[in-house]
């Protein structure tokens, strides 16, 4: 995937005009400085031990109980997703679990499943939470504050209602005890603490209303300087996601110079001439499964009022759960599904996505505010 958006990406650059490309560096310059300091971040964690060690305490703290488990584990998916990212969680999160269902001896797909779709449908709360909200924040002119306040109530449904969905399709699965696992043992408990500090300073810098880039990139860095300090700088080398960062470029290059190709006007047609919020976000969540859900959220917010971006994102973020192709995440989440010895079940994702989706796009606008 990244070396086709690569390709087609260098091409798109010579397609754009020099205004072109400095307005598109200059929008899309602090999403790549945050899509790398957080996924550093994110990274150092992980090797760190963070992420094993919050499996871990979910593990202790659901007692032998299957189900208690299993919401404990969504609770950590969705956190990663809304602090570090979707395609984060896709990545660092899909082997912990499936890790930890096998440890207790019950089936690793209804966990892996759980961190497909709260990586998906939870990343609306905070701009960190995926692309899609860095681009609407600046194009609504919003603080990181502003754009909480603005969305946490369709975030909060959609990962309820998310939530409520798996527990029902797999309670049966669910039910009854399983045995516990022996408690683990941090190989570094200085530099767990590091990186856990680093975290929590990227936490408050995203309170106290700091730029999503700032934050994440003094949070990186303090998390850099623990590794070394630590004696890690070998394992470092490989952390720059040079590979995502193509893709990223690539799809914005390569919507730009196709938008005025014709694009632009077909979505403009499928939108209709004045389309309600609910429209403008099935038709996003539509796009997203047919295209990938940053295409389509750069696609269709040129054509929709600034007010109805919200709702964009509520398609673009939540609707993508039903083709494979339809989020970087869920590719992600697939190779690692494999790469873990499991078989990603299509036919159920696709099923269960399909009927999931809608649900989650009615939800989530009926809890839009008014303004």
């Not at 990586?119 to 603080?143: D, E, I, K």
């Not at 070394?228 to 995502?244: A, D, E, I, K, N």
Request: proline residues 6%; glycine residues 8%; contains cysteine.
């Amino acid at each position: 995937m990244w070396k086709g958006f690569g390709a087609t990406g260098l091409i798109a650059a010579f397609l754009l005009s020099a205004g072109e490309r400095t307005a598109l560096a200059q929008r899309v310059g602090p999403v790549l400085v945050f899509l790398v300091a957080v996924t550093v971040l994110a990274d150092i964690a992980a090797l760190a031990g963070v992420f094993d060690a919050l499996a871990a305490a979910a593990t202790r703290a659901g007692r032998g109980h299957t189900r208690w488990l299993f919401v404990l584990l969504m609770v950590l998916a969705t956190g990663t997703t809304i602090l570090f990212s979707l395609d984060t969680t896709a990545v660092l999160v899909t082997p912990i679990v499936i890790a930890v269902a096998r440890s207790i001896d019950v089936p690793a797909w209804p966990f892996a499943l759980a961190v497909l779709w709260l990586a998906n449908t939870g990343s609306l709360l905070l701009p960190v939470s995926n692309l899609t909200n860095l681009l609407a924040m600046h194009g609504l002119g919003l603080a990181t504050h502003d754009y909480t306040v603005r969305m946490w109530r369709p975030a909060l449904v959609a990962i309820g209602v998310t939530m409520l969905a798996l527990l029902l399709l797999f309670r049966r699965v669910l039910a009854g005890r399983h045995r516990m696992p022996p408690r683990p043992q941090p190989h570094d408990r200085v530099f767990l603490v590091g990186a856990g500090l680093a975290i929590a300073c990227f936490v408050a810098l995203l309170a106290a209303n700091a730029t999503p880039a700032l934050a994440a990139g003094i949070a990186a860095g303090l998390a850099l300087a623990v590794a070394v300090v630590r004696g890690h700088p070998s394992q470092l080398r490989s952390l720059f996601p040079w590979r995502l960062i193509v893709t990223t470029v690539g799809m914005f290059l390569t919507v730009a110079a196709v938008a005025d190709l014709g694009l632009r006007g077909l979505v403009m047609h499928l939108l209709g001439g004045h389309p309600t919020a609910l429209a403008v976000a099935a038709g996003s969540a539509a796009l997203a499964n047919v295209l990938n859900n940053l295409p389509a959220y750069l696609l269709v917010e040129q054509v929709v009022p600034h007010a109805q971006l919200p709702a964009v994102l509520l398609g673009t973020n939540l609707g993508p759960i039903v083709l494979p192709w339809a989020s970087l995440a869920t590719l992600l989440w697939a190779e690692r599904v494999r790469r873990a010895g499991e078989q990603v079940q299509w036919r159920t994702v696709m099923f269960a996505g399909a009927v999931l989706a809608p649900l989650l796009i009615v939800s989530s606008v009926l809890a839009l505010p008014s303004a």
